[in-house]
């Protein structure tokens, strides 16, 4: 039983001021992961490789806390000084990117400071489910809160940054995201419990996650899922503009069309699960994506742009929702390593999506880039039912 975490003036901690702490962190996120590649090209001038290389530092920096991260938190470390540690390399990378905008800043200061700010997102949702096991919520339910709480994180953040830089130059990004980040620390500080832990079920969590092979091959399955989303996400805008011939402002509403679908969707997958389970549910949503983006690759007309993206809103909301949960099933004992596994699979897919998506593009259009997603998707659901046909293990966990 664990007894009920407080914050630093003794009040019981609930979920609503946590998923606050966690909105504000993912906007502060939200608003500098897209902006940094126009930032390099068109605030910089820069040639488009310097994406590349800035994108590589994060991902590396971001993948090693993460791992390092789920460790100490499963070996009784507090997340409350690892928050602290992604806030202050955050804070620190935003002020010196609004005093000395540069390359090498953006190369030093901005990818250690950002790499370190990535690791807020996982900390947190490891942590979201000791707040909602004292409060006896399922776990589906509360990853289910916070995976609509970083897609609302996520509808803001971007257009904020950009309508910053559109209307007050661009360096004015980072103020403004050394100001929220200020906000974001005063929340941390006020409401995140110095002395909360992760209580393990087992005495031996400080170990490494276990070697299940239903473990890696649903790390396969997120990854082939999230390379697909990231893949579509990448050529969607540019096959609606320049192969379809739809107006500049589609991309922008077939996202928020998407975006407003998958919160609702993500709110429904507490009852799917309890009725369902997670497996045979993911096996759908993954043949739900295959499908979905081979309709998005036909697309001709605005109401068609719509649905596809009503669409991709519903099977990735479902799958964001179940895919951290299936992880974390796997690793009953070790859930913020399980966490972290899941969140380093995500930003690998993320990091390889728009390499692949413009070597692909150059070669044959942005269309054959969702024939390729909706491909990977395909495989994902081979992978779901490979998962769903495997016997345990003697001795393995389930």
């Known amino acids: 039983m664990i007894p009920p975490q407080t914050t630093g003036r003794g009040q019981p901690l609930t979920l609503l001021p ?27 001038g820069q040639a488009p490789w310097a994406i590349g290389v800035y994108a590589l530092e994060v991902t590396g920096i971001g993948i090693i806390c993460n791992r390092a991260f789920g460790r100490w938190l ?11 540690v992604a806030l202050a390399g955050y804070l620190a990378a935003s002020l010196v990117l609004s005093v000395r905008p540069a390359l090498w800043s ?24 000791v707040v909602a096991e004292g409060q006896k919520m399922p776990r589906g339910r509360s990853n289910a809160y916070m995976r609509a709480t970083t897609s609302t994180g996520w509808m803001i953040g971007p257009a904020a940054s950009f309508l910053c830089a559109g209307w007050f130059g661009d360096a004015v990004v980072f103020r403004f995201a050394f100001g929220l980040a200020l906000i974001w620390a005063v929340m941390w500080w006020a409401i995140i419990p110095r002395a909360m832990v992760l209580r393990p079920k087992s005495g031996a969590a400080g170990g ?14 997120v990854f082939c899922m999230s390379l697909a989303h990231s893949l579509t996400f990448s050529a969607l805008p540019l096959f609606y503009v320049r192969e379809v011939g739809l107006p500049d402002y589609a991309p922008g509403t077939a996202f928020s069309m998407k975006t407003f679908v998958e919160i609702l969707a993500i709110f429904a997958t507490p009852l799917m699960t309890a009725r369902f389970g997670l497996k045979r549910p993911l096996a759908l949503v993954a043949a ?49 390593q ?25 070669a044959a259009s942005f269309q054959a880039v969702l024939w390729v997603a909706a491909a990977v998707a395909a495989c994902a659901t081979l992978m779901m039912l490979a998962v769903l046909l495997i016997r345990r293990a003697p001795g393995a966990r389930s």
Not at 74 to 84: C, E, K, R, S, V
């Open 74 to 84: 499963d070996n009784g470390t507090a997340p409350f000084p690892l928050i602290g």
């Open 106 to 129: 953006v190369l030093s200061f901005g990818a250690l400071g950002f790499g370190l700010s990535g690791s807020a997102v996982s900390t947190m949702f490891s942590m979201g489910l």
């Open 208 to 221: 490494p996650v276990p070697r299940d092979k239903r473990l890696w091959l649903a790390a396969a399955f």
């Open 288 to 336: 739900l994506a295959a499908v979905t983006i081979s309709l998005m690759s036909q697309v001709q007309t605005y109401p068609q742009m719509l649905a596809g993206a009503a669409l991709e809103g519903l099977y990735y909301g479902l799958y964001a929702s179940l895919g951290i949960s299936f992880i974390q099933s796997y690793a009953e004992d070790r859930p913020a």
């Open 338 to 362: 399980a966490t972290a596994l899941y969140w380093n699979v995500l930003k690998v897919s993320g990091v390889l999506a728009g390499p692949a998506a413009g070597l692909i593009a150059q």
């Open 18 to 44: 946590f998923l606050l702490v966690l909105f504000t962190g993912t906007v502060c996120s939200a608003m500098i992961v897209p902006f940094m590649g126009y930032y390099i090209v068109e605030g910089l």
